[in-house]
């Protein structure tokens, strides 16, 4: 099985990559850098927003993981380049290629002025769009693609509301938010045998998680890791998290804040 990963350089990428090496797997990894391979690992360069470069990168493809793109807010044109424009050149390379299962990887930005529901219930999964930044209108537009591609032409599409993804959680808004690499891989590993299309939140089964877990749960995905075990040192250093702050009410958290990079 060859497995197109796009963005493969990224940060997501790099943790990812061991994690889903498989035998009999191979994963062509494709970026604007260069990127040392390893074993059962192939590359290719290819800009996402270039129909033929894209296309010789697909070629002999079963499945595509899609981390390519501006990964932080931008201009919006350079958005629109990497990240619209990109990802509808992907689906279409794929579609013309007969690839049917991919994996594309949104953003928790896409649903950023959403706030905790009252009650204690979980923001869910298909919560409609309130993007905080152009990054985060890209990523709805991604859902949306995503959403095309499954009812006119067939194509298995999950996308994942990626939440924070590093070893460890490194603040205390992300012991609600973080999901860990081997979490990622596993919903990863779920999405790319799932049928149909599905948007689901991607975060791990943290004790202070409140993005729900339903729609990933439907299609095969079990969360074995928690970011409580930092918590009690995050807090000692941060305090405790004030849940009326917008950074933690907030499911974008800071990029909701007007202060943003002194753009808005």
Request: net charge negative; charged share 25%.
């Amino acid at each position: 099985m060859r497995i197109l990963m796009t963005g493969a350089a990224g940060k997501v990428g790099t943790l990812l990559r061991p994690r889903l090496a498989r035998e009999g797997r191979t994963l062509r990894l494709s970026d604007l850098q260069a990127v040392e391979t390893g074993p059962g690992e192939e590359q290719v360069t290819a800009d996402l927003a270039d129909p033929a470069a894209v296309a010789e990168a697909m070629k002999g493809v079963d499945a595509v993981i899609h981390l390519g793109g501006q990964s932080r807010e931008h201009p919006w044109a350079d958005i629109v380049h990497a990240n619209i424009n990109g990802t509808q050149v992907l689906l279409e390379a794929a579609r013309e290629a007969g690839v049917r299962q991919l994996v594309l990887m949104g953003s928790h930005h896409a649903a950023g002025f959403h706030t905790r529901p009252a009650g204690g219930e979980d923001l869910p999964d298909y919560a409609f769009p309130r993007p905080d930044t152009f990054y985060g209108v890209s990523k709805v537009v991604m859902e949306a693609l995503g959403s095309l591609y499954h009812d006119r032409f067939g194509m298995n599409i999950t996308v994942v509301r990626l939440g924070t993804c590093n070893e460890g959680s490194l603040d205390t808004r992300g012991l609600a938010t973080w999901i860990s690499p081997d979490d990622l891989a596993r919903l990863i590993e779920a999405a790319l045998v799932a049928p149909g299309f599905h948007v689901v939140w991607g975060v791990s089964d943290n004790a202070r998680r409140w993005w729900s877990l339903k729609e990933a749960e439907a299609i095969g995905y079990v969360s074995r890791d928690d970011s409580e075990p930092r918590a009690a040192a995050l807090i000692a250093e941060q305090g405790e998290p004030d849940l009326s702050d917008p950074v933690h009410d907030r499911a974008g958290g800071v990029f909701t804040l007007k202060e943003l990079g002194g753009r808005w």
